[in-house]
């Protein structure tokens, strides 16, 4: 469906390429099949890696027998623990700035103690897959089972198992204190209490960790990855006791992250293997071993009590999360600070008490994933709110309007939220989009209505002093380069550079040449998570950009004989501003249709028609270009955006500032529900965002939609079944995600306040699109049969259990 | 899989020496979305693979004077799609529409959902319900027929013996007053396999009705018939106290196991529930 865009006056005339729905550079090669991703490159004389992996989810590691697959014909390698010169490193998180705190143990192949089923044991190099295959089989691993924990309230008690080797399986906890939450609750007049559960899921990418390296000419350990993080080319050195400059990553374009490549995948074993043999070696891994062995999202506990008074203003809410992090810390304590800083959601409460846990078990450890601790806690939250709702006869728009916060209001770490903040206008376009309601066709059938809000923070914590840049050129022909070292992981993050560079310097999109993804080429731009792509990247390009742009006007300024201030730069020329015709007003331009999309195979031609009459008011750019180079005046420059920092909050009362902007969005769900059978029919989804400004309204589009299903998979299906750290879901036969014919209609409207601190006034809506799905799903089930589902998936048989047929 | 043979016969006179000369190693391999997943999983390594994919005579949809009949090799694609098939037993097309996804169906035959003999096989239910017999050549030449109802005999075990391949599925024209209902339940609206799956055929006499075939998937370690309640309704006027009575009889008929689609509570109460639906669609 074509994306509504709410507030048509602030599609702001003055931009040719921002603001246009174009098609993105990357999208034929996508359409045709020729982009090449990670498992699609080959080197002769390359070697195919495989891993061992534990069979037991908690054992003692005895001994490793490797003897009998060395033997065989074809392998040419393999490797333990003991082959790693430094097997145990600590995450933090792999990018520009070494931030202290709660870092988490990396270990590469596993000794000592087994944390989780699918733990690395051993690598194999091989001439063929098959050959590594069985060479995997014929490893011999000596095992001391042990009992292990897979329940995190378990595994929190004193006298619990322990899962590693600390003193405790509580990896760290967290407060937020506001007020007084006795007072707050004396004040109530009515209060809700419940606990909610959500499982863990998987992202399911298309495409599976997968990797290729080499050695270069040099001696440089090159490794083609899919990944999310070039920067781990630091953390891979570390483990092999190299120079970090003797360690390069490229990533090509991505097949979907989600969160899932934010953390080392194949890349550690691939320079360990390369590192030893000197070859070649491609790792992809199987679906089994994604699901099994690589980062979940966090399943969580929530209790809530949330009180409100009569007329429906929330004064208390005493929440407790406990987050099951599974056998390895990794990103587990950030994920959980979000969550904590989260927890309440876009709403304004004076007495706030929070706690928040994160605990190790033995089930497949838990990562970043999509929301990044956003998802988990807005469930609970926006069940809460419709439960009190319920119970003062007021409706969910009503009761989240007396409590939405406002601009300028302070959220209850204490922080204010001083940008645009525009939820309240997200919910009632939802509302209205979502139109009549449906007719129930049969008696089974009840429909219902949900909506859910959340506040979701783009860009990372401020403590962490992130950094971006890029590099932006002009070539004598007045084609442009950038180079920037994001990682596409498929939302266009380089497309939006192209198209910045092209706004700034005034040429089509077309001339825009972006180089990204490689460490030792392209100017690290750190990761491409935390929503932060498009803020900081495209905050550095913006800033090169607009420094070669100052440069070319002081040139045409002094051949046109006038001062910068004067110029406008635009299709390829530079003129006197109000001078052309079209901006005179003699020819009218109107943004959406002065823009010719002619299509060819490989690259979208932007051209905007122009006419231009006086020659000594006009010089084209090509001109300004040769003669900056021929007096030496550089046209290119390497920016560095530098987002607002704040040093770390206070741990006792979660006071303070962590993130430097919100993205404020509500979704509202029509379904229809069997009462029978339980079956739930999505009727219609409706995604409202305030984005700021959309740079590509295309690509936000496919974030906003993208988002919706990434959620309703959530609410509806997704979950990884776990029995004592076995993974009973470990292909897509068993983990459900929704299909093509499960996606119901999708409606975006986007809000462009232009209040955000991205380039042009942008907000981040990757993450934001997916964390009120769920609840609005939920809420929706509730109004539909008056009794509330507490635990995610919302599968037929919990309905029909939570109506007391089962 | 590296010591695996393969041999692709290209008539059905091959295929028989074939399976006749080698029938204690061969398996039979039509579009493998059963045979290869199971291969690379570990849990079938056969010595030798005979594939059925070039054998012309396998793959057709007949229709004669009282019967219609299928060849195994046809794909449930061309089954979704075949216009004998919708108008003489749209309980077919309508389980072929609805099994795995459109690659799946492209490969996947319907002699092959037969002989892997899975609880779900989705064409399964409205075949049994259908009354149909499966045609069956064994080594030396010889044919034999089975009717469905007795072919599948335990958890994944049928009457097939050794170097012995299905060469069609016939079943019988049903006649104007015999009208069926198919319900298949999944966690999803598409590639999904079955929690619970019903078919029904009915044939009425006025609000008599004379003749019931109920076919109940993913409750029993195979696709069953549930003859009790079939019995149940022949004969007798359909009533809301009668279907009662024969949501009742399947609960107990029916022995479902809990898994990670579901539990047995939650299949055996769904099974009451589409077996009620079909038997009310049918008749509407
Ligand atoms: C992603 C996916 C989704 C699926 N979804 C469904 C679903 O929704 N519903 C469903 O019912 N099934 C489903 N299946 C299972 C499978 O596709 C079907 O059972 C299919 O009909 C098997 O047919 P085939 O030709 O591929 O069999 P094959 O894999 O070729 O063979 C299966 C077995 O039957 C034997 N065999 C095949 N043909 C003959 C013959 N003529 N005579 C004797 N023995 C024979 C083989 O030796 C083998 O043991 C799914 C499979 C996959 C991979």
């Given at each position: 469906?074509?994306?509504?865009?709410?507030?048509?006056?602030?599609?702001?005339?003055?931009?040719?390429?921002?603001?246009?729905?174009?098609?993105?550079?990357?999208?034929?090669?996508?359409?045709?099949?020729?982009t090449k991703?990670?498992?699609?490159?080959?080197?002769?004389?390359?070697?195919?890696?495989?891993?061992?992996?534990?069979?037991?989810?908690?054992?003692?590691?005895?001994?490793?027998?490797?003897?009998d697959?060395?033997?065989?014909?074809?392998?040419?390698?393999?490797?333990?623990?003991?082959?790693?010169?430094?097997?145990?490193?600590?995450?933090?998180f792999?990018?520009?700035?070494?931030?202290?705190?709660?870092?988490?143990?990396?270990?590469?192949?596993a000794?000592?103690k087994?944390?989780?089923?699918?733990?690395?044991?051993?690598?194999?190099?091989?001439?063929?897959?098959?050959?590594?295959?069985?060479?995997?089989d014929?490893?011999?691993?000596?095992?001391?089972?042990?009992?292990?924990?897979?329940?995190?309230v378990?595994?929190?008690?004193?006298?619990?198992?322990?899962?590693?080797?600390?003193?405790?399986?509580?990896?760290?906890?967290?407060k937020?204190?506001?007020?007084?939450?006795?007072?707050?609750?004396?004040?109530?007049?009515?209060?809700?209490?419940?606990t909610?559960?959500?499982?863990?899921?998987?992202?399911?990418?298309?495409?599976?960790?997968?990797?290729?390296?080499?050695?270069?000419?040099?001696?440089?350990?090159?490794?083609?990855?899919?990944?999310?993080?070039?920067?781990?080319?630091?953390?891979?050195?570390?483990?092999?006791?190299?120079?970090?400059?003797?360690?390069?990553?490229?990533?090509?374009?991505?097949?979907?992250?989600?969160?899932?490549?934010?953390?080392i995948?194949?890349?550690?074993?691939?320079?360990?293997?390369?590192?030893?043999?000197?070859?070649?070696?491609?790792?992809?891994?199987?679906?089994?071993?994604?699901?099994?062995?690589?980062?979940?999202?966090?399943?969580?506990?929530?209790?809530?009590?949330?009180?409100?008074?009569k007329?429906?203003?929330l004064?208390a809410?005493?929440?407790?999360?406990?987050?099951?992090?599974?056998?390895?810390?990794?990103?587990?304590?950030?994920v959980?600070?979000?969550?904590?800083?989260q927890?309440?959601?876009?709403?304004?409460?004076?007495?706030?008490?929070?706690?928040t846990?994160?605990?190790?078990?033995?089930?497949?450890?838990?990562?970043?994933?999509?929301?990044?601790?956003?998802?988990q806690?807005?469930?609970a939250?926006?069940?809460?709110?419709?439960?009190?709702?319920?119970?003062?006869n007021?409706?969910?728009?009503?009761?989240?309007?007396?409590?939405?916060?406002?601009t300028?209001?302070?959220?209850?770490?204490?922080?204010?939220?001083?940008?645009?903040?525009?939820t309240?206008?997200?919910?009632?376009?939802?509302?209205?989009?979502?139109?009549?309601?449906?007719?129930?066709k049969?008696?089974?059938e009840?429909?219902?209505?949900?909506?859910?809000?959340s506040?979701?923070?783009?860009g990372?914590?401020?403590?962490?002093?992130?950094?971006?840049?890029?590099?932006?050129?002009?070539?004598?022909?007045?084609?442009?380069?950038?180079?920037?070292?994001?990682?596409?992981?498929?939302?266009?993050?380089?497309?939006?550079?192209?198209?910045?560079?092209?706004?700034?310097?005034g040429?089509?999109?077309?001339?825009?040449n972006?180089?990204?993804?490689?460490?030792?080429?392209?100017?690290?731009?750190?990761?491409?998570?935390?929503?932060r792509?498009?803020?900081?990247?495209g905050?550095?390009?913006?800033?090169?950009?607009?420094?070669?742009?100052?440069?070319?006007?002081?040139?045409?300024?002094?051949?046109?004989?006038?001062?910068?201030?004067?110029?406008?730069?635009?299709?390829?020329?530079?003129?006197i501003?109000?001078?052309?015709?079209?901006?005179?007003?003699?020819?009218k331009?109107?943004?959406?249709?002065n823009?010719?999309?002619?299509?060819?195979?490989k690259?979208?031609?932007?051209?905007e028609?122009?006419?231009?009459?006086?020659?000594?008011?006009?010089?084209?750019?090509?001109?300004?270009?040769?003669?900056?180079?021929?007096?030496?005046?550089?046209?290119?420059?390497?920016?560095?955006?530098?987002?607002?920092?704040?040093?770390?909050?206070d741990?006792?009362?979660?006071?303070?500032?962590?993130?430097?902007?919100?993205?404020?969005g509500?979704?509202?769900i029509?379904?229809?529900?069997?009462e029978?059978?339980?079956?739930?029919?999505?009727?219609k989804?409706?995604?409202?965002y305030?984005?700021?400004?959309?740079?590509?309204?295309l690509s936000?589009?496919?974030?906003?939609?993208?988002?919706a299903?990434?959620?309703?998979?959530?609410g509806?299906?997704?979950?990884?079944?776990?029995?004592?750290?076995?993974?009973l879901?470990?292909?897509?036969?068993?983990?459900?995600?929704?299909?093509?014919?499960?996606?119901p209609?999708?409606?975006?409207?986007?809000?462009?306040?232009?209040?955000?601190?991205?380039?042009?006034?942008?907000?981040?809506?990757g993450?934001?699109?997916?964390?009120?799905?769920?609840?609005?799903?939920?809420?929706?089930?509730?109004?539909?049969?008056?009794?509330r589902?507490y635990?995610?998936?919302?599968?037929?048989?919990?309905?029909?259990?939570?109506?007391?047929?089962? | 899989?590296?010591?695996?043979?393969?041999?692709?016969?290209?008539?059905?006179?091959?295929?028989?020496?074939?399976?006749?000369?080698?029938?204690?190693?061969?398996?039979?391999?039509?579009g493998?979305?059963?045979?290869?997943p199971?291969?690379?999983?570990?849990?079938?390594?056969?010595e030798?693979?005979?594939?059925?994919?070039?054998?012309?005579?396998?793959?057709?949809?007949?229709?004669?004077?009282g019967?219609?009949?299928?060849?195994?090799?046809?794909t449930?694609?061309?089954?979704?799609?075949?216009?004998?098939?919708?108008?003489?037993?749209?309980?077919?097309?309508?389980?072929?529409?609805?099994?795995?996804?459109?690659?799946?169906?492209?490969?996947?035959?319907?002699?092959?959902?037969l002989?892997?003999a899975?609880?779900?096989?989705d064409?399964?239910?409205?075949?049994?319900?259908l009354?149909?017999?499966i045609?069956?050549?064994?080594?030396?030449?010889?044919?034999?027929?089975?009717?469905?109802?007795?072919?599948?005999?335990?958890?994944?075990?049928?009457?097939?013996?050794?170097?012995?391949?299905?060469?069609?599925?016939?079943?019988?024209?049903?006649?104007?007053?015999?009208?069926?209902?198919q319900?298949?339940?999944?966690?999803?609206?598409?590639?999904?396999?079955?929690?619970?799956?019903?078919?029904v055929?009915?044939?009425?006499?006025?609000?008599?009705?004379?003749?019931?075939?109920?076919?109940?998937?993913?409750?029993?370690?195979?696709?069953?018939?549930?003859?009790?309640?079939?019995?149940?309704?022949?004969n007798?006027?359909?009533?809301a106290?009668?279907?009662?009575?024969?949501?009742?009889?399947?609960?107990?008929?029916?022995?479902?196991i809990?898994?990670?689609?579901?539990?047995?509570?939650?299949?055996?109460?769904?099974?009451?529930?589409i077996?009620?639906?079909?038997?009310?669609?049918?008749?509407?």
């Open positions: 469906m074509i994306a509504k865009r709410a507030d048509t006056e602030s599609v702001k005339a003055e931009y040719r390429v921002i603001g246009k729905p174009l098609p993105r550079h990357d999208a034929w090669g996508k359409v045709y099949g020729e991703y990670s498992n699609d490159y080959k080197l002769p004389n390359m070697l195919y890696g495989k891993v061992l992996r534990s069979r037991y989810a908690a054992a003692r590691l005895l001994s490793i027998d490797t003897r697959a060395e033997k065989l014909p074809g392998v040419v390698s393999v490797m333990t623990a003991k082959d790693v010169q430094n097997n145990e490193t600590v995450t933090r792999g990018q520009t700035h070494a931030v202290g705190g709660f870092e988490g143990l990396y270990r590469v192949l000794d000592k087994i944390r989780f089923k699918g733990e690395a044991v051993a690598l194999v190099a091989a001439e063929r897959r098959d050959i590594a295959e069985k060479a995997i014929l490893i011999k691993v000596e095992y001391e089972p042990l009992e292990g924990v897979f329940d995190p378990a595994a929190m008690q004193p006298g619990a198992y322990q899962v590693g080797e600390d003193k405790s399986n509580v990896i760290c906890s967290y937020v204190r506001k007020g007084n939450i006795e007072e707050g609750f004396a004040h109530a007049d009515v209060i809700v209490e419940n909610y559960r959500v499982p863990m899921v998987d992202h399911a990418y298309l495409e599976p960790e997968s990797g290729m390296a080499w050695l270069d000419d040099d001696g440089v350990i090159t490794i083609r990855a899919a990944t999310q993080v070039i920067e781990h080319f630091r953390g891979v050195a570390d483990v092999l006791g190299l120079p970090h400059n003797k360690v390069r990553v490229i990533a090509p374009m991505v097949g979907g992250g989600f969160g899932g490549k934010e953390d995948t194949v890349e550690t074993y691939l320079a360990l293997l390369v590192w030893k043999t000197g070859r070649p070696v491609s790792l992809t891994y199987t679906r089994e071993e994604s699901i099994i062995a690589h980062g979940k999202r966090h399943p969580y506990i929530m209790r809530y009590k949330t009180g409100a008074t007329d429906g203003k004064v809410m005493e929440a407790e999360l406990i987050s099951d992090a599974g056998g390895y810390v990794y990103l587990s304590p950030w959980l600070l979000y969550s904590t800083v927890a309440t959601g876009p709403y304004d409460i004076a007495h706030v008490r929070v706690d846990h994160t605990v190790l078990t033995n089930n497949t450890f838990c990562s970043a994933n999509r929301g990044f601790g956003g998802p806690p807005c469930f939250y926006e069940s809460q709110l419709d439960e009190l709702a319920k119970q003062l007021l409706s969910p728009l009503e009761i989240r309007k007396r409590n939405y916060l406002h300028g209001d302070a959220m209850a770490t204490g922080r204010v939220l001083e940008h645009r903040v525009e309240e206008q997200t919910a009632e376009k939802v509302l209205e989009a979502l139109g009549p309601p449906s007719k129930p049969s008696p089974p009840k429909i219902g209505r949900g909506v859910a809000s506040m979701t923070s783009y990372r914590m401020m403590f962490l002093h992130d950094t971006s840049r890029s590099f932006v050129s002009l070539d004598l022909d007045g084609s442009v380069t950038v180079r920037c070292g994001v990682q596409d992981i498929g939302g266009g993050q380089a497309s939006s550079l192209a198209q910045i560079a092209a706004e700034i310097l040429v089509p999109l077309s001339d825009v972006v180089y990204i993804g490689d460490s030792a080429l392209t100017p690290l731009a750190g990761t491409t998570t935390a929503t792509q498009l803020y900081m990247s905050n550095a390009t913006l800033k090169a950009a607009r420094v070669v742009r100052d440069n070319l006007l002081k040139k045409a300024a002094e051949i046109l004989n006038t001062s910068p201030e004067n110029l406008d730069l635009k299709d390829r020329e530079i003129f501003q109000n001078h052309r015709k079209d901006t005179l007003g003699l020819k331009t109107d943004p959406e249709c823009v010719n999309y002619g299509g060819t195979r690259a979208v031609v932007a051209v028609t122009c006419v231009d009459d006086d020659s000594d008011r006009v010089v084209a750019l090509e001109d300004v270009v040769k003669a900056c180079a021929a007096e030496g005046m550089p046209l290119f420059n390497v920016a560095q955006f530098n987002a607002p920092t704040r040093e770390l909050i741990f006792k009362t979660g006071q303070g500032k962590v993130f430097a902007d919100f993205t404020f509500t979704q509202a029509e379904v229809s529900v069997d029978e059978t339980g079956k739930v029919t999505v009727l989804i409706v995604s409202c305030d984005v700021g400004q959309a740079i590509n309204p936000a589009e496919g974030q906003l939609e993208g988002g299903l990434y959620g309703l998979g959530y509806m299906m997704e979950n990884v079944i776990m029995e004592k750290g076995i993974t879901s470990p292909t897509l036969a068993e983990y459900l995600i929704p299909t093509a014919v499960d996606a209609d999708v409606e975006t409207i986007m809000i462009e306040s232009g209040g955000g601190v991205g380039p042009f006034g942008a907000k981040g809506i993450e934001p699109s997916c964390v009120p799905t769920a609840p609005a799903l939920a809420n929706a089930v509730s109004d539909a049969l008056g009794v589902i635990e995610l998936p919302i599968t037929p048989e919990k309905i029909l259990k939570a109506l007391g047929k089962i | 899989m590296d010591n695996t043979e393969y041999l692709r016969p290209s008539n059905l006179k091959e295929l028989g020496q074939i399976m006749a000369g080698h029938k204690n190693r061969a398996t039979v391999i039509a493998g979305t059963n045979l290869i199971q291969m690379r999983n570990g849990g079938k390594s056969p030798l693979i005979v594939d059925i994919g070039d054998i012309q005579d396998f793959s057709f949809i007949m229709e004669d004077d019967f219609i009949s299928i060849g195994a090799a046809t449930i694609a061309e089954i979704a799609s075949s216009d004998i098939v919708s108008t003489f037993s749209p309980i077919l097309a309508s389980s072929a529409r609805e099994l795995g996804n459109p690659l799946i169906r492209n490969r996947a035959t319907i002699g092959g959902n002989a892997n899975s609880p779900c096989a064409t399964a239910l409205p075949l049994l319900a009354d149909a017999v045609r069956i050549l064994s080594p030396g030449d010889k044919t034999r027929n089975v009717v469905l109802n007795n072919f599948f005999h335990g958890y994944r075990f049928t009457d097939l013996g050794k170097g012995e391949i299905i060469t069609r599925i016939i079943f019988p024209k049903p006649d104007d007053e015999t009208t069926g209902s319900i298949k339940i999944g966690l999803r609206n598409a590639a999904a396999i079955s929690v619970a799956s019903i078919a055929m009915l044939t009425m006499e006025g609000k008599i009705c004379r003749k019931a075939r109920i076919a109940a998937g993913s409750v029993a370690p195979i696709p069953m018939r549930v003859s009790r309640v079939e019995q149940l309704l022949e007798q006027e359909i009533s106290t009668l279907l009662e009575q024969c949501k009742a009889i399947m609960k107990k008929e029916i022995s479902p809990s898994d990670i689609r579901g539990s047995a509570e939650y299949r055996s109460y769904v099974t009451a529930v077996l009620e639906r079909n038997i009310q669609r049918a008749l509407s």
